[in-house]
């Protein structure tokens, strides 16, 4: 494996630098991160899929295993999508009862 150039040590050093400074606005250690052993990421598709399942009253449990994740990583996404949709998107409670 080939070696980092100066030049590219020290262009990862300042973007690293910039990346501290701009987002980790506490010092190393004191930053509770929440939910980080949960799935973040889902695809367009992956998205679409749950949203319309979602929106033809199927369970959040039954989403979980259709996908094979943990319903809070489901409920997660769907509370994103309710926030960013202004209230397109209905959470029913009766759809998040374990």
Request: net charge negative; glycine share 4%; proline share 2%.
């Amino acid at each position: 494996m080939k070696g980092l150039t100066d030049k590219e040590a020290k262009s990862i050093n300042q973007t690293k630098s910039s990346i501290e400074t701009r987002y980790f606005q506490r010092e190393p250690g004191e930053t509770y991160f929440v939910n980080e052993d949960l799935k973040q990421d889902w695809s367009i598709h992956e998205v679409a899929e749950i949203q319309h399942m979602w929106e033809d009253h199927m369970h959040i449990r039954d989403i979980a295993k259709a996908f094979k994740c943990d319903p809070d990583e489901v409920f997660l996404l769907l509370f994103d999508l309710a926030r960013k949709s202004k209230g397109e998107l209905k959470i029913n409670i009766e759809n998040l009862v374990m």
